[in-house]
Structure formats: structure tokens, C-alpha cells
């Protein structure tokens, strides 16, 4: 499924500038795709329009399924698994009882979320962790359990906002060798990270953002001899 | 359905496990209601039942004044404890101890009313023309011959009511030495006239009654308190619905339901839903308690209405009030801390001028006009329309379509407000 970001802006409520400005974008489908420039640049308010979760003043999201744009909410919707910055969860359940919600609000049935939940925990190692309350659980475990509420329901698209931040190296190479099995299945991958030696390994392409501007798009070799840089964090440092 | 029965399923568990937020809702109501009503039960029993501690001191020692304490033993108002104290002494012994009431009855108190009762027999005969005319005065000096001190602790229209009882007494006694000299005068047996007897007897009855129609006899503390803070303790729920709503807004887990194919009333509803069966529990709960219970611990028995389906509607619509104004309250903070600070603050003073504390009507004007715009008010109306008036349907449709307004109007600004965010088209 294709993205296309068309001219979108946005403000938010009180600020004196725009958080997104006249921003266009393209994202191909199945690919890995970094969404980087430094605090305030717009990066988490773009994945938040993208995600529906807020809306741009102006301009348009659309999804593209092969030739079609997808016009259906609920089928979008379906189609996009988001894992915030935040950890999103209830921190006073179990991970079962976090999924089993969420689950249910993706319209999955009691057995996929079920045999979901027991794939993503064994992959994430987190088998002797299920009875536990979440609030027991390190940052590390924390973020995987974000990660794995929003791959419940097998998403097309996987949109993750700084997921490998604060966490130890264990956890950080469990997430990234997952989301590198995910993409070699077909999902597109939608990453931001202010760790940019990660981004520049993990992705494939990039858009570089700066006062909610896209400055450039594109894989590696042309965002660099664009910004006329050795690697993405000599770009970052100079903005 | 299901993901409203998820969503339900999910609060259920996070009031579970929210120990702090679950005794709030169920455990302190428990303690507040019992703690009131015992206060209150207390100081209605030092009025009405116990009887009344007085420091005596009778400096007089004549017939008529012991004749006077003989009389305040046997009205058996009064437990009485007697010293020889001067009025100083007695203001000490007051100051300093936990009797709230002292009688001073001076050295003079027998002689000035046999002689206020000769000044008045003699007016009387010369007026009547069996007497001459003896050139004596026939003014009664105006002297003390009574002190009644009181605790400053006392409230003054308690302590008002005690010196009325105190000088009816007094007066009593000498109306009735009066009549005794009169008829000697006249040579009629003072005993045959039985004027004890003749005075007591009244064909002047009056009938103590409440307006209520309920079992009990008389209004109790219990009739009072339990809906009063029952109600107070259903809208208390605010700390928890609305803290709880504002934290789900802050930690993303709000924006992660935003970006599922699900509608933000299914997340709004679930709350709404278990907080309106924990409301219900909770008045439940406070009832059956104060029904069965309180007599097990002094404290008087609650008497339901004969008509629980009024009761009934009373509860849904007190819950489904105090629910709709804590998503009120949660959907247009921005952090938990101003949910639960003002959600807390706003429904204490709701209590205070909407009568949970004291009846409005015994507020000022403008406090009265402000009772209006408090929902407790008007579920306070319903619970006493029932349970101390003993209301019909017909009593309860005036504040009842009130507290419907203000639900429908509660749920109109969270509408509004979701909208503003444009939450509610996605």
C-alpha cells in the first residue's frame, strides 16, 4: 500500500507557527521508510496525521492499494499499525489483558488474539513475563509490549514513533531484527528515531524534515548528496 | 456489543486494580455516611433523648427552693449534680469540665416570691374590696434570683430552650403558692382545690407529626445523613472517571483507539457504563448497610420508601448524573491533576450550597439561588421527596426533568468539545 502525503499543514491550537508546512511525501509500499530532522521538526506530528490520530488543517492523507485510493476508514485503518512514542498502554493490566482490549477494538476475534499475542510474545521473549502487570516491567519490556498492541492485527503498515528509545542493546536488536523479518514479508515500515546510526542501517529511504518542511526525500546516497553530508547525524547536527 | 463489553471488561479491571480509587468509591463513603450519621446521632440524642448534665448549687436552702430542685429532679431533664458553689465558682467548674449547664438559685430566691406572692394577693384583695388599702408598695422589685450558666460551647438557642425550661419551672412554683395563699384567704382547703392537678390538666393537646409518610415514626439522623452523603459519595466518582479518562488522554492510549476502527463512544460508553453500575453499587451498598447494620452500632435504622421503583429511578439518575458530569469534567481537562482538583473541589462545593451539608433553605438568598445550579441539590430534592416526605411520582417529576436537563446538557458540552478536537470523525 502506497502513502501519499498532498500538501498537508497543521497547527496547533496556540502556536504561532505551523508544525507541518505545505508538506508533500511519498511512501513506497513495502519499503522501510526514516522520517528524521531534529526536536520540533514535525516528525511525531506527521505520523500522527498519517495515523488519523490528528487531523492537518490542510491537505490529504491518501492510501493507495495498487491503482485505487482507499476511501474506506475502517479498511485504512485496518491496514495501519501505529506504536506511539508514548507508552499507550495500561500499565495496571497484564499484557494479555492489554491485548485482549486492543484486540478487540481491531475486530479481531478471541482466537486471533490469542495466537497473535502468544506469537509476538514468544518472539519478544516475554513467555514468563504474561502474568505480570505491565508496570513491573522494565523500559525495554515496555517498548516491546508498545510494539507488539500495535502488530496484533498483522498490519499492512507499521508506523513506529522513536521505538527503540531508552532501551538497553538486547531489546533494541530484538525490535529492529523483528521489523526486518516484518518488511522482508512485504509490510511497509514508517520509522523515526533520533539514534540516527540505527535509522541509517535500518532504512531504505528517508525524508528529512526541518520546521515541518520536507527538505528532501529519498534513499541514502541522494539525501546525503543533497545535504552534502558523510551520514545523517552531521546532517542533524547542523540544523 | 463486543467491543462495548471489552471496553467494560477493561475499566472493570482497571477499578480493580486502582486499590486507592476503589476505597475512595466504596470504602470511605462507607466511613463517611456512619461517621456523619454517629455525629449527628449524638448531638440529636443530647437534645432529644440523654438527659442534660447541671452543676447545682442552691444557696437559698429554704423549703420553696428545695421544693424548686425537687421539682427540676422530677422532670427528669436533668442530671443533676449538686455543690455549694458561688456564681464564680460555678463559672469555673463549667469552664472546666465537660458539663455544658450551672444553676445558681440565690439566698433570696424563697424570699422574693413569697414576697412577689403577697404583693400580688394583697393587690388582688384590694382590688376585689376584702382589704384595705395598707399603703404598702404593690411593686415587685425586679431581683435575681436564678443564674443559669451555660458553656460557650453551646449553641445559643439550645442553651435559649434550657432557660425557658429552667424558668417555667420556677414560675410554676410560685403560681402554685400563690394559689395556695389565695385560697387561704378566701378559707378554702387549698388541698380540696387540687391545684397541682387542676394546672396540669389541659384539654389543649397537641400532636407531634412529621410531615413524612415513611415507617419511621420521626425523621432520625440516619433519614437525613444516609442520602445526603450517599449522594456526595456517588459524585465523588469524578476523582476516579474523570482522572482516569485524563490519563488515558496523556499516556496515548486514547490517540492509540483513534488510530483502530473503533468509535471514541465505545471508549466513552464502557466508562460511562461500569461508573453508572459502580454508582449504583455503591448507593446500594450505603443502604443495605445503614438498613441492617446501624443498629448494631448505635446508630438509628434507615427506612426505605414503600415504593422502590421510585427509589430506584432516584439511583439511575443520580449515578447517571454524577457520571455524565465527571466526563464533563474529564474531557475538558488537560492533565489529571486538574481533573481531580477541580472534579474534587467543584463537587464539594456543590454539596456545600446544594444542602448535603445544611438544608438550603436555611441558607441566604443568594446561596439559595446558587442551590439551583448544583446537581446535588436536586438529587437531594428526590432523596427526601422519598424518604423523609414520603413523595410520590407526582413529587419527583419537577427535579427529576431538572437533573435530565442537566445530563442531556453535561453530554451536550462533551459533544461539543470532542468535536472542537475533531475526534469524533475518526
Known sequence: MNISVENISHTYKGAERLSINELSLKIKSGTKHGIFGSNGAGKSTLIKIICNVISPTSGTVVFNKKDDSLNDVVEVKQSIGYVPQDFAFYEELTLLQNAKYFGTMFNLTDIEIQEQYDSLVSVFGLKNDQKKKISSFSGGMKRKVNLILGLLHKPEIIILDEPIVGIDVHSKNDILNYLNELHQMGKTIIYTSHQMNESQSFCENFTLLNDGKNIITGNLEEVLLHQNKRNLESILLDQ | ?426
Request: proline residues 3%; aromatic residues 10%; contains cysteine.
Open chain 2, 1 to 426: 456489543m463486543r467491543k462495548l463489553k471489552a471496553g467494560i471488561a477493561k475499566e472493570f479491571l482497571l477499578l480493580l486494580n486502582d486499590k486507592v480509587g476503589l476505597g475512595m468509591m466504596v470504602f470511605l463513603p462507607i466511613l463517611l455516611v456512619v461517621i456523619i450519621t454517629t455525629i449527628q446521632n449524638s448531638a440529636l440524642n443530647l437534645v432529644n433523648n440523654n438527659q442534660i448534665e447541671l452543676i447545682l448549687s442552691n444557696q437559698d436552702k429554704q423549703a420553696l427552693s428545695k421544693d424548686y430542685v425537687a421539682s427540676l429532679k422530677q422532670s427528669q431533664l436533668f442530671n443533676i449534680v449538686e455543690e455549694d458553689f458561688s456564681i464564680d465558682e460555678l463559672n469555673n467548674a463549667i469552664n472546666g469540665s465537660d458539663t455544658p449547664f450551672g444553676l445558681h438559685i440565690s439566698e433570696n430566691f424563697s424570699a422574693t416570691i413569697i414576697e412577689e406572692n403577697q404583693i400580688k394577693t394583697n393587690s388582688i384583695l384590694e382590688s376585689m374590696g376584702l382589704e384595705e388599702s395598707s399603703g404598702k408598695k404593690n411593686v415587685i422589685d425586679n431581683k435575681i434570683t436564678l443564674t443559669l450558666i451555660y458553656s460557650p460551647i453551646i449553641q445559643s438557642n439550645y442553651a435559649q430552650s434550657i432557660e425557658k425550661m429552667v424558668f417555667t419551672l420556677s414560675k410554676k412554683l410560685s403560681t402554685n403558692l400563690f394559689l395556695s395563699e389565695l385560697s387561704e384567704l378566701l378559707e378554702i382547703d387549698p388541698s380540696s382545690l387540687n391545684i397541682d392537678q387542676q394546672l396540669e390538666q389541659s384539654n389543649l393537646l397537641m400532636q407531634k407529626a412529621s410531615v413524612d409518610k415513611v415507617e419511621s415514626s420521626f425523621p432520625n439522623a440516619s433519614q437525613h445523613n444516609v442520602p445526603a452523603w450517599s449522594i456526595f459519595a456517588v459524585f465523588f466518582m469524578v476523582v476516579s472517571l474523570a482522572g482516569n479518562f485524563v490519563k488515558e488522554k496523556v499516556n496515548g492510549s486514547f490517540d492509540r483507539v483513534l488510530t483502530m476502527p473503533s468509535s471514541v463512544w465505545y471508549l466513552i460508553g464502557s466508562k460511562a457504563i461500569l461508573f453508572w453500575i459502580v454508582s449504583l453499587f455503591q448507593v446500594i451498598l450505603i443502604f443495605t448497610i445503614s438498613r441492617f447494620l446501624f443498629q448494631f452500632i448505635g446508630l438509628p435504622t434507615l427506612y426505605f420508601p414503600d415504593n422502590l421503583l421510585i427509589f430506584g429511578w432516584i439511583i439511575l439518575l443520580t449515578g447517571a448524573t454524577a457520571v455524565s458530569y465527571s466526563l464533563l469534567i474529564g474531557v475538558y481537562s488537560k492533565t489529571v491533576e486538574q481533573a481531580t482538583g477541580f472534579g474534587a473541589i467543584s463537587v464539594v462545593i456543590f454539596a456545600a450550597i446544594g444542602g448535603i451539608w445544611v438544608p438550603s433553605f436555611v441558607m441566604p438568598p443568594l446561596l439559595k439561588l446558587l442551590s439551583n445550579i448544583s446537581p446535588l441539590h436536586w438529587c437531594i430534592e428526590l432523596f427526601y421527596s422519598v424518604f423523609l416526605k414520603g413523595g410520590t411520582f407526582a413529587n419527583l417529576i419537577s427535579p427529576s426533568l431538572v437533573l435530565i436537563g442537566m445530563n442531556v446538557v453535561f453530554f451536550l458540552l462533551v459533544y461539543l468539545k470532542l468535536r472542537k478536537l475533531n475526534i469524533l470523525s475518526k
